[in-house]
């Protein structure tokens, strides 16, 4: 069984030129900074398929392996963060599977304990070593 998180941007006026840009750039960013090739990572659906309303709307797979879990939801929560504040009068929604993430306006969209570097290193197959900064408080993952 697996969890995706979803993401979806809903308002009355479909996207400017300019919306589409930004998300574009967004994306594109995500995918060149994204640490692992082989897992899924943000994923934008093809807007001619949104129902009426829907600006914006997508889905990430979560990894299976423990070790790669947090990086993961910290990277994509955080260019769905960049994707809210490029749409800042959308409606959002964004949720791994039953659970809604909540928005802080100056965090963005987070999970406790995902930068948690300790958390990391535990999740870790390679332990501790693997995850630099664990143990001495001071590591956080992602940008």
């Keep these: 069984m697996s969890v995706s998180l979803y993401y979806t941007a809903r308002r009355a006026t479909p996207l400017t030129e300019s919306e589409s840009a ?3 750039r967004v994306v594109a960013a ?25 600006v914006l709307d997508g889905s990430t797979k979560m990894p299976f392996d423990p070790g790669r879990l947090l990086p993961v939801i910290a990277h994509v929560l955080d260019s769905v963060t960049e994707l809210r504040r490029a749409l800042p009068d959308a409606e ?39 995850v630099p900064g664990a143990s001495d408080g001071r590591a956080t993952l992602g940008p």
């Excluded at 995918?31 to 009426?52: G, H, K, W």
Aim: aromatic residues 10%; charged residues 30%.
């Design 22 to 24: 930004a998300v574009a």
């Design 30 to 54: 995500h995918r060149t900074s994204f640490p692992y090739e082989d897992e899924e990572s943000l994923y934008v659906y093809d807007p001619r398929t949104a129902e009426p309303g829907q």
């Design 92 to 130: 959002w929604r964004v949720h791994m599977d039953d659970l809604d993430v909540a928005w802080d306006e100056a965090e963005g969209y987070a999970l406790p304990g995902m930068r948690d570097a300790d958390l990391a290193a535990e999740l870790s197959p390679a332990g501790r070593d693997a």
